[in-house]
Each structure stands twice: as structure tokens, then as C-alpha cells.
């Protein structure tokens, strides 16, 4: 069977100005040794783009630490590539307007946790003023932001009171997500779980009523009464199971290949940039084998039993495997 790359997740950097309790990717505020330089970077868009990649997140890290990441972006979008940045805000200054429209990027997605006092505690003091100056700062200048809210047992109780606060900003979407025990989250002991269906409740309640779009991540379960309209407007019609290695990818910044980026563990790399071509990877038959070999019969749990199954084949794998080590069982799955 042949699998369309359609989307990339690509870390360009791991050096960041924080270095977050919840970071899945262990940032600690230093790059990786040996991340790819900018040439190399240049042939990695390239490759995407040759793949038929429509779309790139691009993320850190923090983004903004690497100067030459406008080039990074030019690259992909002058082939078409659709490009969007996110980012904490921390850095974000009026220099980087100009930079953002000249490399045609689509848009810009800023990490706000909640109110000040909670997104401070895991961040840093003063990040949750310069990421809302951020948010201003992008829509004032007519760039379409987001906003991207990583839910803990902490903040996600306080998403109906953080709302006001929400809906004085410009943006086009908020998307929520769970914190997952990787990384930084996992070392820290965050108490990460939260009930799932509290949350998609609250995005039932406003979703109509909001003026922007308001939905929950991949990550967070599954096939409720309204699954069709929780995950984007127009994007995501429902969850169609984990898209790691079937339609998507996850580029870290030294050139490992993971089929999603929230698979950090060395175990789900599947090649390097530096030994084998994008392609090379993405054909290799043995890749991805833990969707690309999937079979019902691996379910466990209430997953094996749903009839719902075959579409959303358990889930996350990434969430499930950090969470509780079965890549086919979803833990907190919202479907009654």
C-alpha cells in the first residue's frame, strides 16, 4: 500500500528561553549538538515539498532562537508548502512582522495555558504578559493567530472562567490539548490527568457561540454524541484514528524521523535525514509498523470491544504509550 505524506510536525531547534515542567521535549533551554544547519535545513524543505507535504507545523524548542528561521519557511511555502509557526511569544517582537509576511507563513499559533498565575507556574513569571503581547501584536498586524491551551489537572477546571479572557483576543481558533507524561512532564510529576468529558463539554457548551473556532486535540477521547464537530469546523470532520506514519510525520532537529513528533522516545525513530532521504524512509515497508501493520486484534482494554474501533483504532499512540504503555488503549477515552 502506498501512504500520501500530507503534514510534518518539524522541531527545528531544541534551544528555547524556557524550559517548562510540562515540555514534552525535555527542552531545558539548549539546543541539541549537531542540529541540522541551515543548508541542511534548506534540503529537508525541499524534500517535503517533493513529497507532496502540504502542510508544516513548525515548532522548537522555541523557534525564534534559530535567526534563520524565515529561510526555513521560504523554502517550504515558495513550493507551496503551507507553514505555521508555534510559539511561547516570550521572543516575539515587532521585527519579526515583516519576517513572518516576507516568508509567507499561514499562520501563527501562540501557547496560552490560562490565567496569568497558572501559566506563569509552569512557564516562567512574565511569559503570560509577552505571549498575550504576542497575540496582539500578530493580529494587529493581520496575521492570523491561534491559540494553542496544553490542559494539566490544574488549568483544565479553570477553561469556563479563562473564557472572558479569551474572547478579548483577535484569533481564529483555540485548540485544546492534554498534557501527556513525556519529556519534561514526565520528570516534573505533573498531575496530568483530567476528565476528558468535562472538557469536551465545555467546548459543546461555546463552540457555536464563540467567535472562533474552538476544538480539543487528537489526544483527547473519543466519539462522544458530537465527535463530528469537536475537532475544527471544516478541517476534522471526526477522529479517524492515529495519522503517525500513514499521512504524517514528526523531523526533530537533528534530522530523526519519527511518524509524529509527539513520539519522543528514541524507539519510534524510524530513520535520520543525514543516512537516508525523506522518501527512503517513508517507503522503507518496515516503517510505521505500529500503524502500517495495525490489525483490530491488537486492541486492549474497552478499545477491543468498541464498535467504533476499526476507525479510531485506540486513539493517540503516542498519549496512550506515555500515559500507560498500551499503544492500543486509549486511557481516558470519553465515549460511553
Same mark, same amino acid.
Given at each position: 500500500?502506498?501512504?500520501?505524506?500530507?503534514s510534518?510536525?518539524?522541531?527545528?531547534?531544541?534551544?528555547?528561553?524556557f524550559?517548562?515542567?510540562?515540555?514534552?521535549?525535555?527542552?531545558?533551554?539548549?539546543?541539541?549538538?549537531?542540529?541540522?544547519t541551515t543548508?541542511?535545513c534548506?534540503k529537508?524543505?525541499e524534500?517535503l515539498?517533493?513529497?507532496?507535504c502540504?502542510?508544516?507545523s513548525m515548532i522548537?524548542?522555541?523557534?525564534?532562537m534559530?535567526?534563520?528561521?524565515?529561510?526555513?519557511v521560504?523554502?517550504l511555502?515558495?513550493?507551496?508548502?503551507?507553514?505555521?509557526i508555534?510559539?511561547?511569544?516570550?521572543?516575539?517582537?515587532e521585527?519579526?512582522i515583516?519576517?513572518?509576511?516576507?516568508a509567507g507563513?499561514?499562520?501563527v499559533?501562540?501557547?496560552?495555558d490560562?490565567?496569568?498565575?497558572?501559566?506563569?507556574k509552569? %512557564?516562567?513569571?512574565?511569559s @503570560?504578559d509577552?505571549?498575550?503581547r504576542?497575540?496582539?501584536? *500578530?493580529? !494587529?498586524? #493581520? /496575521?492570523?493567530?491561534s491559540?494553542?491551551?496544553?490542559?494539566?489537572?490544574?488549568?483544565?477546571?479553570l477553561?469556563?472562567?479563562?473564557?472572558?479572557?479569551?474572547?478579548?483576543?483577535d484569533?481564529?481558533?483555540?485548540q485544546?490539548?492534554?498534557c501527556?507524561?513525556?519529556?519534561?512532564?514526565?520528570?516534573?510529576?505533573i498531575?496530568?490527568?483530567?476528565?476528558?468529558a468535562s472538557?469536551?463539554a465545555?467546548?459543546?457548551?461555546?463552540l457555536?457561540?464563540?467567535p472562533?473556532?474552538?476544538g480539543?486535540?487528537h489526544?483527547?477521547?473519543?466519539?462522544?454524541?458530537n465527535e463530528?464537530i469537536? %475537532?475544527?469546523?471544516?478541517? @476534522?470532520?471526526?477522529?479517524r484514528g492515529?495519522?503517525a506514519? *500513514?499521512s !504524517?510525520? #514528526? /523531523?526533530?532537529?537533528?534530522g530523526?524521523v519519527?511518524?509524529c513528533?509527539?513520539?519522543?522516545?528514541?524507539?519510534?525513530?524510524?530513520?535520520?535525514?543525514?543516512?537516508k532521504?525523506?522518501?527512503?524512509i517513508?517507503?522503507d515497508?518496515?516503517?510505521?509498523?505500529y500503524?502500517r501493520?495495525?490489525?483490530p486484534s491488537?486492541l486492549?482494554g474497552?478499545c477491543?470491544?468498541?464498535e467504533?474501533?476499526m476507525?479510531c483504532?485506540?486513539?493517540?499512540r503516542s498519549?496512550n504509550?506515555?500515559v500507560?504503555g498500551?499503544?492500543?488503549?486509549s486511557p481516558?477515552?470519553?465515549?460511553k
Amino acid at each position: 500500500m502506498a501512504y500520501r505524506l500530507r503534514s510534518c510536525v518539524w522541531e527545528i531547534t531544541l534551544g528555547c528561553c524556557f524550559s517548562c515542567k510540562y515540555c514534552g521535549s525535555s527542552a531545558d533551554g539548549r539546543k541539541r549538538n549537531g542540529e541540522l544547519t541551515t543548508e541542511e535545513c534548506l534540503k529537508v524543505a525541499e524534500q517535503l515539498a517533493t513529497m507532496g507535504c502540504g502542510r508544516v507545523s513548525m515548532i522548537g524548542g522555541e523557534v525564534f532562537m534559530r535567526n534563520d528561521w524565515d529561510l526555513i519557511v521560504k523554502a517550504l511555502t515558495s513550493r507551496g508548502v503551507k507553514v505555521n509557526i508555534i510559539t511561547n511569544g516570550f521572543l516575539f517582537t515587532e521585527e519579526y512582522i515583516d519576517r513572518l509576511k516576507a516568508a509567507g507563513i499561514e499562520s501563527v499559533a501562540v501557547s496560552l495555558d490560562g490565567p496569568k498565575e497558572v501559566h506563569d507556574k509552569y %512557564r516562567q513569571t512574565g511569559s @503570560y504578559d509577552r505571549a498575550v503581547r504576542a497575540v496582539q501584536m *500578530l493580529s !494587529s498586524a #493581520g /496575521i492570523p493567530v491561534s491559540l494553542i491551551s496544553t490542559l494539566n489537572s490544574e488549568n483544565a477546571p479553570l477553561l469556563e472562567s479563562f473564557l472572558p479572557t479569551v474572547r478579548t483576543f483577535d484569533i481564529f481558533a483555540w485548540q485544546l490539548q492534554a498534557c501527556s507524561p513525556m519529556g519534561n512532564a514526565a520528570a516534573s510529576g505533573i498531575d496530568f490527568a483530567f476528565d476528558f468529558a468535562s472538557v469536551i463539554a465545555f467546548v459543546e457548551r461555546h463552540l457555536k457561540e464563540v467567535p472562533f473556532a474552538l476544538g480539543i486535540a487528537h489526544n483527547i477521547g473519543y466519539y462522544t454524541e458530537n465527535e463530528s464537530i469537536l %475537532r475544527g469546523r471544516s478541517v @476534522y470532520p471526526g477522529f479517524r484514528g492515529c495519522a503517525a506514519g *500513514l499521512s !504524517s510525520i #514528526g /523531523i526533530d532537529s537533528v534530522g530523526n524521523v519519527r511518524g509524529c513528533e509527539s513520539m519522543y522516545d528514541d524507539s519510534f525513530i524510524e530513520g535520520n535525514l543525514r543516512e537516508k532521504t525523506l522518501e527512503e524512509i517513508w517507503n522503507d515497508p518496515e516503517a510505521f509498523a505500529y500503524n502500517r501493520k495495525f490489525d483490530p486484534s491488537m486492541l486492549t482494554g474497552r478499545c477491543r470491544e468498541c464498535e467504533k474501533s476499526m476507525i479510531c483504532a485506540g486513539g493517540c499512540r503516542s498519549y496512550n504509550h506515555f500515559v500507560h504503555g498500551k499503544m492500543y488503549e486509549s486511557p481516558g477515552c470519553a465515549k460511553k
